[in-house]
C-alpha cells in the first residue's frame, strides 16, 4: 500500500487517477482519500481513561494506512479496518497499474487474481491489452482459467503454463500447441485445459491424508478397548 499512499500524499493529477480507478473497480464506494490525523477518530482511552499501548506504540506506516479513508453512502471509514481484502488489494494495486500505463512500464504481478472478482481481473487485464494502451505490458500469474480466453481477449502466444513433477519445472506457452494438436484461435482453452490436454494440471492426494486422520483415529479407538 506504501506506494498508493504516496501518490494520494502528492494530491496531484496521478492521484486522482488512482482515486478514480479504486472508485471504478469498487462501485459501491464514493470516495478514497488520504487524510489529516485529526479527521480520524481513534479511541486511545480504556475504561479507566488509561492509554491504551497498542494505540501509543503504532508504527508509522501503519499510522499511514489508518490515514486511507473510504467514504460509502456518505459515512467515511478508514479503509485499514472496514474494507475488505479485495478492496485494499485493489488500493494497493492501483498506484502501479496507473502508474504503469501513464508511463509504459512494465509491471510484474504474482496471483492476480488472488482476493479480487474474476470479472475485476478481467477488467484489469483489459486495460493492458487493449489498442489503446501502446507503451505498457504487465506480467502475470493467475490460477482463475476464466482468464484463458482466445476468443476475446489473448492470442495463443500470450498464455503461458507452470508445469511441475518431481524432476523439474516446464514453461511453455499456449502457442506450442498447433492445429493438428487439436488447439486453434476457436478452440475452447479452459475446456482443453479442464481435460488435462495442455498439462500444468495439480494432481492432489488429499484423499490420503483424510484417510490417515480416519486410520489414526480408528486405532486409538482400538487401544483404548
Request: hydrophobic content about 40%; aromatic content about 8%; proline content about 2%.
Amino acid at each position: 500500500m506504501k506506494k498508493t499512499i504516496e501518490l494520494m500524499k502528492n494530491k496531484g493529477d496521478l492521484q486522482q487517477k488512482v482515486v478514480e480507478f479504486i472508485k471504478n473497480a469498487d462501485l459501491y464506494m464514493d470516495n478514497f482519500e488520504y487524510v489529516d490525523m485529526d479527521q480520524i477518530k481513534i479511541d486511545d482511552r480504556t475504561e479507566n481513561e488509561k492509554p491504551d499501548e497498542e494505540v501509543l506504540n503504532m508504527r508509522e506506516k501503519l499510522m499511514e494506512q489508518i490515514r486511507l479513508v473510504s467514504t460509502y453512502k456518505g459515512v467515511k471509514v478508514p479503509s485499514l479496518i472496514f474494507d475488505s481484502t479485495g478492496t485494499k488489494k485493489i488500493a494497493a494495486l492501483a498506484s502501479y497499474i496507473i502508474e504503469g500505463l501513464e508511463n509504459g512500464r512494465i509491471l510484474i504481478v504474482d496471483e492476480l487474481d488472488s482476493s479480487i472478482h474474476f470479472k475485476i481481473t478481467r477488467a484489469i487485464v483489459a486495460m493492458f491489452n487493449n489498442e489503446l494502451n501502446t507503451n505498457a505490458q504487465m506480467i502475470f500469474t493467475v490460477h482463475d482459467i476464466n482468464l484463458m480466453d482466445c476468443k476475446r481477449m489473448f492470442r495463443k502466444e500470450q498464455i503461458w503454463f507452470v508445469h511441475k513433477d518431481q524432476d523439474r519445472v516446464y514453461v511453455y506457452s499456449l502457442a506450442d500447441f498447433t492445429a493438428q494438436q487439436g488447439v486453434r484461435d476457436t478452440t475452447d482453452i479452459m475446456e482443453k485445459y479442464r481435460k488435462g490436454a495442455l498439462g500444468a494440471l495439480p494432481d492432489p492426494e488429499l484423499i490420503n491424508s483424510l484417510l490417515d486422520i480416519k486410520g489414526n483415529k480408528k486405532g486409538e479407538v482400538a487401544d483404548e478397548e
